[in-house]
């Protein structure tokens, strides 16, 4: 015992175990200080009213009584929060902070078994501070869980399917004439597998990609390239039967087939594939996400991640060089993800790509901490930099480059960001404050039109009519009515308005009401178009605006009291 306390590598093990709780201290707090100070996001309404249904009856409903059906394990967990905590913006977002905090843990043993430990602490460090990672850990959405299981299946296929990361010489499978159950196990080791693990990286895939978001389906793609390319080099390189009978060519074999059965035998997949191909959200219609084939790419080398994109780069030439065989699955672990939202999709939103967003920080921190090896061993044989501390003083040079990068900076802020400010993932209007004011005048015989039903009903407003025709045009594609038989929101179940003929006959049957639209909403033809616009500006008085102005509240009738 007394050894392995004294062990270099004992020490060095917990010395990075203290520098991981640092960088987790310092990123729960980032993600957890005055999480309840931003309104709920259109999406986080969603995510709390299915959870909250969940807890009362076992459904995860909205408030209109259709099935969510969405991320249903990240819904369940957000329903025993509730059961425990009760329900607040604050409970809602918790689960995603704390799945976030996971991935920063994850991909410090991740880079490690990858690369090295210090690939793993500066990847840690990367998660932690990225503003990126930070804006959706504080969001009720399932994007941190499905990140946490794509970082865990990863490793879990490596510990699985590659025990050894050695280029090394592989045996045909086929090698050793008749197998016994004796012997099965035997062959297991012999050939780097082991069935538990790949057992249950199988059933981690399938809970990633149907029970928290098909996006999950992207990292199988990536992880069969990585076997598809493993193959081609043991074809390449091999000699005799390794040449074409090896796991790798067995297991590409094995995924066409049960791809190519799945795509004949199961007519659900052929319809789900093709429409999530061909649909296109109503809200990137005429967005530049949805136009720009390199909207990803300028994402990913935008000024606000300065310089990951440039250790990315040089991450990845120098593990092509080193011959890093496992960096490859990283490579197309992000790589297709990225390519597919591309080039396949109609629309593309830097959402998408989060899920692998740690793997391109990784190879980023691969090529970072090489560079940094690469100097040192250099300082090392000039005679200049015999004294430590100068050596130290030059390498934090390099170091420092982070920390006066936007990205950190920015990132040091959103703890502390109003509501109705973006923090780079989402922007929150101040549904909250809109919500405050309309139930103060709110009088008896008033009518309510808004234009995200449920975001407004979280906030005490009571919504008669929908001002909303991405609401209308998806309640048509679903055919879905309220009780009265009109096209209704299928979230809140609320009327939606059909044309400025009947929003114009609102105004005159009703004496008294109120409109609390997103400023957003208002900006944006496919939301409320010209004419509707026009008649509100034309038939209502400058409206009530929020701190931000992010939601705009128009009052006609009787005039509320001045001294409010």
Not at 51 to 78: C, H, K, W
């Amino acid at each position: 015992m007394e050894r392995y306390w004294t062990d270099r590598s004992s020490i060095s093990f917990r010395r990075d175990l203290c520098l991981l709780a640092i960088l987790i201290l310092a990123g729960g707090f980032l993600r957890v200080w005055n999480l309840n100070v931003p309104s709920l996001w259109v999406d986080e309404a969603n995510t709390v009213f299915s959870a909250q249904a969940m807890e009362r009856t076992g459904e995860d409903l909205f408030p209109s009584g259709r099935i969510n059906g969405r991320a249903r394990l990240y819904t369940a967990v957000v329903a025993l929060v509730f059961r425990f905590l009760g329900v607040s913006e604050m409970t809602a977002r918790l689960p995603s902070a704390v799945f976030g905090l996971l991935s920063v843990f994850m991909v410090y043993f991740l880079g490690k078994k990858v690369f090295n430990n210090k690939v793993g602490l500066w990847t840690a460090f990367f998660v932690a501070f990225s503003h990126f990672e930070i804006g959706w850990s504080r969001t009720a959405r399932m994007y941190t869980l499905l990140q946490f299981l794509s970082l865990l299946i990863l490793y879990i296929f490596i510990l699985g399917f590659e025990r050894k990361s050695q280029w090394g010489k592989l045996e045909s499978p086929l090698e050793g004439k008749r197998f016994s159950l004796i012997k099965l196990k035997r062959f297991f080791r012999k050939h780097q597998l082991s069935p538990f693990w790949l057992v249950l990286c199988v059933l981690l895939i399938w809970l990633n990609a149907f029970q928290v978001h098909l996006l999950g389906i992207f990292l199988l793609g990536g992880i069969f390239v990585y076997i598809l390319f493993m193959a081609g080099v043991r074809c390449l390189s091999g000699t005799g039967a390794t040449c074409l009978i090896n796991k790798y060519s067995v297991s590409v074999l094995c995924g066409i087939v049960i791809a190519g059965a799945g795509w004949l035998l199961v007519p659900e997949v052929q319809s789900l594939i093709r429409y999530f191909l061909s649909y296109t959200p109503p809200w990137a219609e005429g967005a530049s996400s949805a136009q720009s084939r390199l909207y990803l790419f300028d994402f990913l080398i935008s000024p606000y991640r300065f310089p990951f994109a440039v250790f990315f780069f040089i991450g990845g030439i120098q593990l092509i060089s080193r011959r890093e065989k496992l960096g490859w699955l990283l490579v197309f672990g992000f790589l297709f993800p990225l390519f597919s939202l591309t080039v396949i999709f109609t629309h593309r939103v830097p959402t998408y790509l989060f899920y692998v967003y740690p793997l391109f920080l990784m190879i980023a921190a691969y090529g970072f901490v090489n560079l940094l090896e690469s100097e040192r061993l250099i300082m090392l044989k000039d005679s200049h930099f015999k004294k430590q501390w100068i050596r130290a003083g030059v390498l934090i040079l390099y170091i420092f480059i982070f920390f006066i990068s936007p990205w950190f900076r920015i990132s040091l802020h959103i703890p502390f960001l109003k509501d109705g400010i973006t923090n780079l993932a989402v922007t929150p209007n101040e549904w909250r404050e809109a919500g405050q004011y309309v139930r103060k005048h709110f009088k008896e015989g008033d009518v309510s039109i808004t234009s995200l039903p449920i975001v407004a009903m979280y906030y005490g407003i009571h919504s008669d009519y929908d001002l909303n025709w991405t609401h209308l045009l998806q309640a048509k594609a679903e055919v879905f009515k309220n009780s009265e038989g009109n096209w209704a929101d299928v979230y809140a179940g609320v009327g939606c308005i059909e044309s400025a003929d009947e929003l114009k006959k609102i105004f005159r049957n009703y004496s008294s009401g109120w409109l609390v639209v997103a400023k957003y909403h208002m900006e944006h033809e496919l939301i409320i178009p010209e004419q509707m616009r026009d008649l509100i500006e034309n038939q209502l008085e400058a409206p009530f605006k929020t701190r931000n102005e992010t939601v705009w509240v128009y009052h006609w009738g009787k005039p509320v009291e001045e001294s409010d």
